[in-house]
């Protein structure tokens, strides 16, 4: 299952398998709660699909307007995501451990929204788009849980959006 995440950062060091780490892995994502609906067998399971990378400090993981074919869970280190406007990079959130990038690429198909650059040396999970779609075709069940985890994700992340944009609205901001 390749992906576009070593080509993107050549300098990533393919680590294997997150089942290798799922300890690691579980207790990165834990205090993200994006995984409490979760058994511990049910991560062990999921991370059989992720690839786990370490990537240097400065490193580009997502590339704003690139197309995307996975997601990544940072495991350790940071990273900022920043979204090119007017000519500049504005900083829009730093990453911390067991967030999640990329997640809006891998499921609309769309080009990427903003870049994501590791601030200090990092391990990733990622999850292409081919070992999504055999998560699915092996384990539906846990597939579909995966899938909606990945839903609440992104309203939650739409209705924050909302929120600033209205705030803005009100202070005049915009």
């Known amino acids: 299952m390749t992906s576009q995440f070593a080509e993107l950062q050549p ?13 690691e892995f579980i207790e990165a994502v834990g205090p993200q709660h994006m ?3 979760f058994s511990r067998q049910e991560t062990a399971l999921l991370s059989e699909y992720l690839e786990c990378f370490g990537v240097p400090r400065d490193s580009v993981v997502v590339r704003e307007g690139d197309e995307g074919d996975f997601l990544a869970i940072l495991v350790t280190g940071k990273a900022v995501i920043l979204k090119g406007e007017e000519g500049a990079q504005k900083f829009m959130h730093e990453l911390q451990p067991g967030e999640m ?23 990733f999970g990622v999850l292409t788009r081919d070992g999504f779609h055999a998560l699915l075709a092996d384990h539906p069940r846990l597939g579909n849980k995966f899938m909606l985890m990945l839903l609440r994700l992104s309203t939650s992340k739409l209705r924050n959006a909302a929120e600033h944009m209205s705030g803005d609205l009100i202070t005049g901001a915009i």
């Open 11 to 23: 300098s990533a060091e393919p680590l294997g398998a997150v089942s290798g780490f799922v300890s």
């Open 35 to 37: 995984f409490d609906e």
């Open 101 to 123: 990038i990329g997640e809006m690429s891998l499921i609309d198909n769309q080009r990427r929204f903003a870049s994501c650059i590791t601030t200090e040396p990092s391990d």
